[in-house]
């Protein structure tokens, strides 16, 4: 069975550009959360997708958006990017069937805001 | 607000025994996890413990969990090399809404041989 798979493994953009991540979680899975690892900050949470609906968010300002398609494939989109948006990216997928949520992670995508 | 700390740094010798600590704040938590990540690589699920157990073993691995003191621990029996990696702590948060983990800022562990 194939893992999370997120694509591109790197970007490069400049402040103020827009850029939209994507994930693709193991097949059967149905929820998919996105989480930003900075070297300070560490590891937080972003938002999560089940059904196509966000159901938890972290937070992070609006400027951070995402949103879950029919065959929960994910996308998430950072708008007016700043410096301070420069971090690995990872998502995770989970079946979500019960309160033990065994989170498989992608590689992530490393972000550099320039 | 929940918070998970973990110490920072573990330097141990290969065949040696690890112990990786980490301490959370919200004793609602129903699983806490154990996740490691090697350079370049997302997160790797390790183990987990329910919250009404008290330790966990899993081959190699050993999770102690005191709800008492809210403290975790990871140990990694007979330590390799190849275990060189940083370990995270997290907590899951589960709501009516879905769930979110609450991780440490991880403890990097190098293995010399």
């Known amino acids: 069975k194939a893992g999370v798979t997120q694509t591109p493994r790197y970007l490069i953009k400049t402040r103020g550009q827009q850029v939209t991540l994507s994930c693709s979680p193991i097949s059967g899975h149905r929820s998919v959360s996105w989480y930003q690892q900075t070297p300070g900050q560490g590891l937080q949470f972003l938002f999560e997708?089940?059904?196509?609906?966000?159901?938890n968010k972290g937070n992070f300002p609006g400027r951070f958006s995402g949103r879950q398609f029919s065959n929960s494939r994910s996308e998430m989109n950072v708008s007016t990017l700043e410096l301070g948006d420069s971090a690995l990216y990872l998502c995770?997928?989970?079946?979500?069937?019960?309160?033990?949520?065994?989170?498989?992670f992608g590689s992530g995508t490393q972000l550099s805001v320039l | 607000g929940e918070d998970v700390e973990q110490s920072l740094f573990l330097s141990v010798r290969e065949g040696d025994s690890s112990v990786i600590n980490c301490t959370y704040t919200?004793?609602?938590?129903?699983?806490l996890y154990w996740y490691k990540q090697e350079p370049g690589a997302g997160l790797q699920l390790l183990t987990y413990i329910f919250s009404n157990m008290d330790m966990k073993q899993d081959q190699r691995l050993t999770v102690l969990l005191n709800k008492k003191d809210k403290h975790l621990s990871l140990r990694i029996a007979d330590t390799q090399t190849g275990d060189s990696a940083i370990y995270f702590c997290a907590e899951s948060l589960a709501n009516q809404a879905g769930t979110a983990l609450i991780f440490g800022k991880g403890t990097t562990l190098s293995v010399s041989s």
């Open positions: 997708y089940f059904s196509e609906t966000q159901r």
């Open positions: 919200d004793s609602s938590s129903t699983y």
């Open positions: 995770a997928s989970s079946l979500a069937e019960t309160f033990n949520e065994k989170l498989f």
